[in-house]
């Protein structure tokens, strides 16, 4: 039952923000919306507003629909001009400029990507984060694979140019080589000078299977370890390290003349010091300061200077953030996409109603966040789907426009039908094959 609920709240969202993106721009376009329904097949419910516009409730929960006044329905049922003003009859979908047209495809992906900004903002400033960092785990690594030397807790920050910040970031730039032989470039920072050097790492068939696939670090030729960076998040007030001048966003660099690789070994060297005072060494900026720091003892005995990893991001921050995260995510969708067409990507990640319903009802006893996370996710996911250029789909709508704009008239009634005949056993073939994938998982 939880399942089914999560469901259904998920999907329902879903579909009311993206068919509501189309409402909305055909609303501005004075185009006449005959109905808007969540659902699709028999109606279970309806009930009209006072321009005419059906809201409906739809007996199958598996999408949804804006119907529009336009010249092909006309043409269809002539019947129908007897139902419509006249103003409605001389706004016709197809009397639009172009560019409302497109606008109107458009709309409903680009509202999936704006839920999902909404969410990630949402997420990410109303909940404390660390800033990950990312270390060679190996004492001395040189190899005929690997175009130089690298030493332990040198700590990977870039994958083939691209900035890495945190574990989803590290799991999407190694998942995008999916299928390589050739050379991967890694950026590092090296643990003695912290300066960045770059090393290229040969791979043949990089993670190939579904297994490498689910966890590709576990397969990347250099072991990597997760940490939390040695930067101070925020301070106790009043505490040890307040009072002696530690800032937010100061970088530890040594502890007593140890140097701090990442913020779990802070605990451990203030454990093992026998000192009550301790000398901490930090970057701020470009600067290096020193810190002759007063120790409190904790319950447990442990000396501890007041200071934590944790930090809390603005409104602007996790805004900006956001946007990064969804166009990467969207990017990357496409990427895996094309890596799933080609065969360097199993197919059989693709998931279909069943899969989304049990990540819906996992996700939503995980608890709230997580549910949100999840929508943003399948969001996107929607978004890039429907702008793929496949007739029946948002994208393949813009495609004809596209090819509409350069004819100077639109295709041909039956080319345009026969490309939406096979859209539809395009996506209906997806449909199948996802739930095809869906019960294999089950029944595995």
Same mark, same amino acid.
């Given at each position: 039952?939880?399942?089914? @609920?999560?469901? &259904?709240i998920?999907?329902?969202?879903l579909?009311?923000i993206?068919?509501g993106?189309?409402f909305?721009v &055909? ?8 109905r ?8 279970i419910?309806?009930?009209k507003d006072k ?10 929960p598996?999408g949804?629909y804006?119907?529009y ?12 001009r007897k ?9 016709l979908f197809?009397?639009k ?9 458009f709309?409903?992906?680009l509202?999936n990507?704006?839920?999902?900004v909404i @969410?990630?903002?949402f997420?990410f400033?109303s909940?404390q984060?660390?800033?990950?960092i990312?270390?060679?785990q ?5 190899s005929?694979t690997?175009s130089? /030397?690298i030493?332990?807790?040198?700590s ?6 691209e ?5 989803t /970031? ?5 998942l995008a080589n999916?299928? &390589?032989?050739g050379e991967?470039?890694i950026g ?10 770059y090393?290229d790492?040969s791979?043949?068939n ?14 990347f ?9 040695p930067?101070?998040g925020s ?6 390290a307040?009072?002696a001048g530690?800032l ?5 660099l040594?502890?007593d ?8 070994e802070v605990?451990e060297?203030l454990s093992s010091?026998?000192?009550?005072t301790?000398?901490l060494?930090?970057?701020? /900026? ?5 810190f002759f720091?007063n120790t409190e @003892?904790?319950e447990?005995g442990?000396?501890?200077l007041?200071?934590s990893?944790?930090?809390?991001r603005?409104? @602007? ?8 995260d969804?166009y990467n ?7 895996f996409i094309?890596?799933m067409?080609t065969?360097n990507?199993?197919?059989e990640n693709?998931?279909?109603?069943v899969?989304i319903?049990?990540m819906?009802g996992?996700?939503f006893?995980a ?8 929508m943003a996710?399948?969001s ?6 429907n &702008?793929?250029?496949?007739?029946v789909l /948002?994208g393949?709508?813009l495609?004809?426009l596209?090819?509409e ?5 639109p ?6 039908n ?8 395009m ?5 199948v ?5 869906d ?6």
């Open positions: 039952m939880v399942t089914l @609920i999560a469901f &259904l998920l999907l329902g969202v579909v009311v993206h068919e993106g189309h909305f &055909l609303r501005m376009c004075k185009v006449h919306v005959d808007f329904s969540v659902g699709m097949g028999p109606v419910y309806k009930k321009k005419g516009t059906e809201f409906a409730l739809s007996a199958l598996l949804g804006v119907s006044l336009s010249k092909k329905a006309l043409d269809a049922e002539p019947e129908m139902h419509f003003t006249d103003e409605q009859l001389d706004n197809e009397t400029p172009r560019w409302q047209r497109a606008a109107v495809m709309a409903g992906p509202a990507f704006i839920l999902a @969410i990630f903002t997420i400033s909940q984060t660390v800033k990950p990312f270390l060679v190996s004492e001395y690594i040189t005929p690997i130089g /030397d030493s332990e807790n040198d990977l920050v870039s994958i083939n140019g900035k890495i910040s945190n574990p /970031d590290l799991r999407l730039a190694l999916a299928g &390589l032989s991967i470039n590092f920072v090296d643990s003695q000078t912290s300066e960045i050097f090393r790492i791979v043949t990089f993670l190939t299977t579904s297994e490498q696939q689910q966890e590709p670090e576990k397969f030729p250099i072991e990597i370890g997760s940490f939390i960076s930067e101070v301070l106790t007030r009043e505490g040890p307040y009072l530690v937010p966003g100061d970088k530890i040594t502890i003349g140890m140097k701090v690789s990442h913020f779990g605990s060297m010091s026998e000192n009550k301790v000398n060494e930090v970057q701020r /900026d470009n600067e290096i300061k020193n720091i @003892i904790s447990n442990i000396p501890v007041g200071i990893a944790a930090y809390n603005t409104v @602007i921050e996790a805004f900006n953030k956001s946007v990064k969804t995510l969207s990017v990357k969708t496409l990427l094309g890596k067409i065969g990507m199993g197919a693709l998931s279909g109603p899969g319903a049990k819906s996992e996700a006893s608890g709230f966040l997580p549910f949100l996370y999840l996710i399948l996107i996911s929607l978004g890039v789907l &702008l793929l250029p496949i007739p /948002d393949g709508q495609t004809m596209a090819i704009a350069i004819r100077g008239e295709l041909p009634a039956r080319v345009e026969f490309a939406y005949t096979l859209g539809a056993l996506v209906g073939f997806l449909i094959f996802a739930v095809t994938n019960i294999f998982r089950w029944v595995g």
